[in-house]
């Protein structure tokens, strides 16, 4: 059966081949995404079946009245004599009670042929393959049989329970596992938040095997989990924009394979409706991924790891704009990079600070002024106090710094030479041997202390922010104390968030400095 998906809002549509098997919806809140799959239902007209847990698991959830879903399956069945419990209040009891009562007709049945001396074959139920999954998904629960229903046992536990007792997730992975069995033959499975109540590490082996129960079926997902999307194997992804209801159209695309989008641009194309701002750092703990988004309030900030990814994410992004329509842009520490590196990185959409590291952002003039003012002490003295004390920091440090900056050159430079094509290890050793010359490290070195000794004589507080790589600087300078605060570092840039965080002028200070040491107007 052709597979056409929802008119375009440009009046276009796409049509996908026949033997695709699985399609995931995904788009952020609001965009149309249940609009979308209830137009692929009604076209799919009876081949269409529906699973939800969430609506299986409630006792208010609607009662679907789709020819050959599980309510309708349950219903009619009602109106025959059978071995249903005639008062199941949600679809996960319907489901359960038709499983047991097809196992029952299915003995009775069997018992009846070997009465009359058929050549019967003892038959396997649904609920056969329902308890084989279920217990290779959860190997320490045991499902008995006994009184014509079930009873569940965990490997430890003494005595056996009814469903009633099982979890959110564990009804889940049951429901999954039963419903799908009553999915008409070549049916097309529409599967709402297919995670839902359910831990991650578990959903890759479900679906998987769920997959595998059905394979006559196309299975559609509607989801929000970018991780479970990336863990179809043979995946169709396409992801709504919005939707238009006076002509009932939608703003879609596929995401397009060949891309190569990391999991974290797949959760910004789905999330996003402002530009994205990816940077570096732990999205839970580290520095940058507190403060850039109070400073860039008007981008989705990503916090993705190290500078590579974001490198790597910002390009990867910036070449889909023509799918995604939106801005990408990437944050990196300066680091001991020169002005070359920055020039490039900087033309391909990556902001690198006047500073050296986001530590150093920290202890911008002004960001130190805006905290003393907030901390009710003299902005201009503190300042002073904290500029002479970073001052003799870097004056200590001075030959350090100046050999780690010349390690990175010659480690870039070297990346960058030996990249030529060698006939032989004769030509690659002799082209080492003139790198040396030719990069003259002790020259570099050389060069660079006099660079910064004429930083540290003319007290150049914004020159030795640049160069200086050195985490600890905040603590060490007592800027914190200075500002009327604990001394520690944390409870210093724990004010610059609460600042942040208020229409005070002093955080309209703080962000227009750190705006311009981006060279953002």
């Not at 649904?126 to 629960?141: C, G, H, S, T």
């Not at 030795?464 to 009327?484: A, E, F, W």
Request: proline share 4%; with cysteine; charged share 25%.
């Amino acid at each position: 059966m052709k597979f056409l998906l929802p008119p375009k809002s440009d009046g276009t549509g796409i049509e996908l081949p026949e033997d695709v098997r699985q399609v995931t919806v995904i788009g952020a809140n609001g965009s149309g995404k249940t609009r979308f799959t209830e137009y692929l239902q009604d076209k799919l007209g009876n081949s269409v079946f529906r699973v939800s847990a969430l609506e299986a698991l409630s006792e208010i959830g609607r009662n679907q009245t789709q020819r050959g879903s599980i309510d309708w399956i349950y219903n009619k069945a009602l109106s025959s004599p059978t071995f249903l419990h005639r008062d199941a209040l949600t679809m996960f009891e319907r489901l359960m009670t038709l499983l047991l009562n097809e196992e029952m007709e299915k003995l009775v049945a069997y018992k009846v042929a070997v009465a009359r001396g058929e050549d019967a074959v003892f038959p396997e139920s649904r609920l056969d393959a329902v308890i084989k999954r279920w217990q290779e998904i959860f190997p320490d629960n045991h499902v008995l049989r006994e009184g014509g229903g079930l009873l569940f046992l965990r490997d430890g536990d003494a005595q056996a329970y009814s469903q009633k007792r099982l979890s959110h997730g564990e009804k889940a992975v049951l429901f999954y596992f039963g419903s799908v069995l009553f999915a008409p033959v070549n049916g097309t499975v529409f599967v709402d938040n297919p995670g839902m109540f359910l831990h991650s590490s578990l959903l890759r082996r479900l679906w998987d095997t769920i997959e595998g129960m059905r394979p006559d079926c196309r299975f559609v997902y509607t989801t929000h989990d970018v991780d479970f999307a990336a863990s179809r194997s043979e995946n169709v992804i396409v992801w709504v924009r919005s939707y238009n209801p006076d002509t009932n159209t939608w703003d879609y695309d596929i995401l397009p394979p060949e891309a190569g989008l990391s999991e974290e641009v797949y959760m910004a194309l789905i999330g996003a409706r402002r530009p994205v701002m990816f940077i570096e750092g732990d999205a839970t703990h580290s520095i940058d991924a507190k403060l850039y988004p109070l400073i860039f309030k008007d981008h989705s900030v990503k916090a993705l790891g190290s500078c590579n990814k974001v490198i790597e994410a910002t390009r990867a992004f910036n070449d889909l704009k023509a799918f995604h329509h939106l801005e990408s842009f990437g944050i990196v520490d300066r680091d001991r990079r020169d002005e070359q590196e920055v020039k490039y990185l900087r033309g391909k959409n990556i902001f690198v600070p006047e500073v050296a590291e986001i530590e150093n952002i920290l202890m911008l003039e002004d960001v130190v002024k805006a905290v003393a003012h907030f901390g009710g002490r003299d902005p201009h003295k503190v300042f002073h106090v904290v500029k002479e004390a970073v001052v003799k920091l870097f004056r200590h440090d001075l030959r350090q710094q100046a050999l780690l900056h010349t390690r990175h050159r010659v480690k870039r430079t070297v990346e960058y030479r030996v990249d030529g094509r060698f006939t032989n290890i004769n030509a690659l050793e002799e082209h080492m041997n003139s790198l040396v010359k030719e990069i003259n490290p002790r020259g570099l070195y050389e060069k660079f202390c006099r660079e910064f000794s004429s930083y540290a004589a003319n007290e150049d507080y914004a020159s030795i922010l640049k160069v200086y790589n050195q985490k600890s600087m905040v603590p060490r300078s007592n800027v914190s104390t200075l500002c009327g605060l604990s001394g520690s570092k944390e409870a210093y840039v724990q004010t610059i968030l609460s600042i942040l965080k208020t229409d005070l002028p002093d955080a309209w200070r703080i962000r227009r400095a750190i705006h311009r040491c981006f060279g953002i107007d």
